[in-house]
Each structure stands twice: as structure tokens, then as C-alpha cells.
T-cell receptor
Framework: GDSVTQMEGPVTLSEEAFLTINCTYT??????LFWYVQYPGEGLQLLLKATKADDKGSNKGFEATYRKETTSFHLEKGSVQVSDSAVYFC????????????FGKGTTLSVSS | DTAVSQTPKYLVTQMGNDKSIKCEQNLGHDTMYWYKQDSKKFLKIMFS???????INETVPNRFSPKSPDKAHLNLHINSLELGDSAVYFC?????????????FGPGTRLTVL
């Protein structure tokens, strides 16, 4: 079945460091790919998405490129801030009506000043 | 304006009780979902409804019963609560269009069963 694999955390960085969180997927067909972020005590917020191969999603300085050849959707940010501390989830969804998101296990990011 | 809202935010109850969680969305979406997040933060789909029709019903105990009175509401009723039901339950909604299929989540309901 379809699945998402994320790098295990926690990831601990100093402010202004470069961030990469790896995400690879297994799916039949051509799913849409997403990154969601969950701040402490809150719900999930959509961070960015890509719906087809070579699409780049970007938001708030974060970027991820849909790589069909490597089945990957790695999240990157050039300079992290303390406020980026959160849990990041990679997810996929097939393009049929009503289908649910399949999530990776989440990666906890902790940024210190 | 809250897009997807859930009530209550916290729910503490005894084993064996019956409880409900309510969800409402004002985004005009036609599909709604319930997800469960366990203590290790893992998220898994439980149910989804499209235009009030049940689309996804994952392997969930039949003590859990979703109900969608209209497209804007999806409630979750849980009978005979067990310790293992303790988790955070998230409601979400989306359009069924493949091009606008991102899901928007509510703030979650933290259920604690004692």
C-alpha cells in the first residue's frame, strides 16, 4: 500500500542553520504531496504542497520539490528561527475524491537561539 | 473566523462512558474526515464523508460511529470508552477536486480516558 517515510528526529539546530528533513514515498499513480506543521498544543497547518512531478512548493521560507525519479519530497529552509520549532509531517494523497492523507511519523524540530 | 472548529478541546472521562466530539467547517468543503493522533504523534485516518456519504471506514472498532447531518458537520460518537482510546482526535475538511485537495484541520480534541 501507499506509505510515507520521514527521517527520524528529533532534529536540533541553532538559529540561522540550514534545515533538511528527508521524506520519501511509495504510491501507485501520481499522488499529491504535502508538508504539514504542528506547533505545540495546536492542530496541523498546511505548510506547502505539490501536485505533480518537478513542482516546487514554498511557504514561509520553506521549500520542497516533488521528485518522481527518487520518490522524494524533502523539506528545506535556508535559515531556521526559534519560532520554527514544531513537528513536521510529510503526507501524500491520491487524487481520488474523498481519499485521506497518509502521513509519515513526523519529525520534531527544535531550534535554539 | 475559524475554518474548522471542534468541541470540546479537552475531554476527560471514565472507562465505559459514551462521549461525542463535534466538528464544523465553514469553508464550503464537501468532504470531511476524522483522524486519530496517538501518543507518539502518529496520525491515522479513521473515517471520511463526502457529501454526507461515508467514503472511508478504516479498521476502527464499531464503538466509534461517525455521523454527518449535513456537509458542514461531522460528529464522532464513541461508546464504551476504553483506556486505549486516549488520543488527540482531529477533524479535517477538503474539496473533492483533485486540483484543490488540501485538507484543513481543526485544533483537535484531546481525549483522556481514566
Amino acid at each position: 500500500g501507499d506509505s510515507v517515510t520521514q527521517m527520524e528526529g528529533p532534529v536540533t539546530l541553532s538559529e540561522e542553520a540550514f534545515l533538511t528533513i528527508n521524506c520519501t514515498y511509495t504510491a501507485t499513480g501520481y499522488p499529491s504531496l504535502f508538508w504539514y506543521v504542528q506547533y505545540p498544543g495546536e492542530g496541523l497547518q498546511l505548510l506547502l504542497k505539490a501536485t505533480k512531478a518537478d513542482d516546487k512548493g514554498s511557504n514561509k521560507g520553506f521549500e520542497a520539490t516533488y521528485r518522481k525519479e527518487t520518490t522524494s519530497f524533502h523539506l528545506e529552509k535556508g535559515s531556521v528561527q526559534v519560532s520554527d520549532s514544531a513537528v513536521y509531517f510529510c503526507a501524500l494523497r491520491t487524487n481520488q475524491a474523498g481519499t485521506a492523507l497518509i502521513f509519515g511519523k513526523g519529525t520534531t524540530l527544535s531550534v535554539s537561539s | 473566523d475559524t475554518a474548522v472548529s471542534q468541541t470540546p478541546k479537552y475531554l476527560v472521562t471514565q472507562m465505559g462512558n459514551d462521549k461525542s466530539i463535534k466538528c464544523e467547517q465553514n469553508l464550503g468543503h464537501d468532504t470531511m474526515y476524522w483522524y486519530k493522533q496517538d501518543s507518539k504523534k502518529f496520525l491515522k485516518i479513521m473515517f471520511s464523508y463526502n457529501n454526507k456519504e461515508l467514503i472511508i471506514n478504516e479498521t476502527v472498532p464499531n464503538r466509534f460511529s461517525p455521523k454527518s447531518p449535513d456537509k458542514a458537520h461531522l460528529n464522532l460518537h464513541i461508546n464504551s470508552l476504553e483506556l486505549g482510546d486516549s488520543a488527540v482526535y482531529f477533524c479535517a475538511s477538503s474539496q473533492s477536486s483533485p486540483l484543490r485537495n488540501e485538507q484543513f484541520f481543526g485544533p483537535g480534541t484531546r481525549l483522556t480516558v481514566l
